[in-house]
């Protein structure tokens, strides 16, 4: 397959060097630091096993200069994808499918649900990645992997091989099918699933809560869940967020203390919300918490502990120039 990594950090590089490892034409649209090393070096992989390297079919900063692709695998943060999506259009054509390995809701979640005509503006403020992404060539992707950069073009892999991968609209097809076969043939565990819009909402469920909740405070998990009133705080958000999916089918067969036990076995672990936080980066608040509380208002479901812990996030990073609310 002819592939394009668009945001070749710690996920793009994970999924671009084990594709180009397996034999496939895997391009990066890339800029600064990063671009320079993969000009200079290739994709480069370390993992348990030893450094994993291959070569980078093209790697640029313009999307023209790669063309037409097969695939498009977008592994950029939420907060990025608007500034960049207007110039991806070289490289979709009528048959590009279009992977987003994303944190949070993204663009295509409501995507024919009723009542949801216009986009999430949380997500995607006016409809212009919509416009550009359209759904109909969308396969979503819930990522279960851990990765890190050590240097520009340089990833590494943490933990974790899980992608689940399906039709944006629901339902299994062959070009889903085939999707996963080549994502399974270059080492990810992979599950096609009927309802990847729910998967993402599952993924969603636990993170709304603890992303923010450790970025505002500075904790680790061990010591977010540790704290019984933080801990009924989440929960009490994680109940809003249950019954907002199960007005849109993706009901959660859960409650908030099973999925705590589940992220418990963590450990002292540091959310990426909070090493955004650490590294100055902007914060992924929209889709991590502001289209949740957007699908329960247009919903008519009242979200007051979203709510709460959207607000608290948002004064936290705007105080530090790590929030700044999508454009109109």
């Known amino acids: 397959m002819k592939i394009a990594i668009v945001g070749a950090g710690a996920i793009g590089g994970l ?20 671009l320079a090393a993969l000009r200079a070096h ?15 079919a093209g790697a640029s900063d313009r999307a023209a200069d790669l063309g037409a692709q097969d695939l498009v695998v977008i592994a950029l943060k939420a907060t990025a994808l608007g500034a960049v999506v207007p110039t991806l259009g070289p490289l979709i054509g009528p048959h590009t499918l279009i992977l987003p390995a994303m944190n949070g809701v993204p663009w295509w979640f409501c995507a ?3 009542g949801f005509d216009a986009p999430l503006a949380s997500v995607d403020a006016g409809g212009a990645i919509s416009a550009a992404l359209p759904v109909g060539q969308v396969i979503g992707c819930v990522v279960h992997a851990s990765a890190s950069v050590d240097a520009p073009g340089l990833v590494r892999h943490r933990m974790g091989q899980g992608l689940i991968v399906g039709e944006a609209a629901g339902g299994r097809s062959a070009r ?33 809560t603890m992303n923010p909740v450790s970025a505002i405070t500075g904790a680790t998990i061990d010591r977010v869940l540790g704290d019984p009133l933080v801990r009924a705080f989440c929960s009490a958000a994680m109940d809003e967020a249950a019954a907002i999916g199960a ?52 919903l008519g479901i009242a979200t007051p502990a979203t ?22």
């Not at 999924?15 to 990063?34: N, P």
């Open 176 to 208: 889903a099918q085939a999707l996963a076969d080549v994502l399974a043939a270059a080492g990810f565990d992979v599950t096609h699933s009927a309802s990847v819009r729910r998967d993402v909402w599952y993924k969603l469920w636990g993170n709304m």
């Open 42 to 56: 290739g994709w480069r992989l370390e993992t348990a096993a030893g450094r994993v390297t291959a070569p980078v």
């Open 112 to 114: 024919g649900l009723p």
């Open 15 to 34: 999924i671009g060097t084990r594709l180009a490892a397996a034999g496939h034409e895997v391009g990066a649209l890339a800029r600064g630091a990063t």
């Open 247 to 298: 007005r849109i089918g993706c009901a959660i067969d859960q409650s908030a203390d099973d999925r705590h036990a589940v992220t418990a076995r963590l450990g002292a672990f540091r959310t990426s919300m909070l090493q955004d936080v650490d590294a100055g980066r902007p914060i992924e608040l929209d889709a991590i918490v502001g289209a949740v509380r957007e699908i329960g208002a247009r």
């Open 307 to 328: 709510d709460a812990i959207f607000g608290l996030a948002r004064v936290f990073a705007q105080a530090r120039g790590l929030y700044a609310p999508p454009a109109a």
